[in-house]
Nanobody, 119 residues
Framework: QVQLMESGGGSVQTGGSLRLSCNYT?????MAWFRQAPGKEREGVAR???????AYTDSVKGRFTISNDNAKNTLYLQMNSLKPEDTAMYYCAARRAVCSFDASHFTYWGQGTQVAVSS
């Protein structure tokens, strides 16, 4: 059983930055950040494998960076140049298989942390 706990959300203005953290109890093959805005489906934002291979959804490329500190058992999402459309609940997720952006493939989820970006 893997437990995940996010932190670091908050409210910022357009162009601002936030760093989300996800503390986990044990590292597994694929870890990712998803987000869900009101009335929308949950979407994959960034993912990283245990070997450090990363991938991003197009809308955040060049602005967001996912990283993993194995020594601290912490997954990060550095978010720069934030836009109002980035407003959502952000979730940390993990799975013991090949990485994807399909939320249904992920077994373990955190409770989420809210990000709000105002114009």
């Amino acid at each position: 059983q893997v437990q995940l706990m996010e932190s670091g959300g908050g409210s910022v203005q357009t162009g601002g930055s936030l760093r989300l953290s996800c503390n986990y109890t044990s590292e597994i093959f694929c870890m990712a950040w998803f987000r869900q805005a009101p009335g929308k489906e949950r979407e994959g934002v960034a993912r990283i494998t245990h070997t450090g291979t990363t991938a991003y959804t197009d809308s955040v490329k060049g602005r967001f960076t996912i990283s993993n500190d194995n020594a601290k058992n912490t997954l990060y999402l550095q978010m720069n140049s934030l836009k109002p459309e980035d407003t959502a609940m952000y979730y940390c997720a993990a799975r013991r298989a090949v990485c994807s952006f399909d939320a249904s493939h992920f077994t373990y989820w955190g409770q989420g942390t809210q990000v709000a970006v105002s114009s």
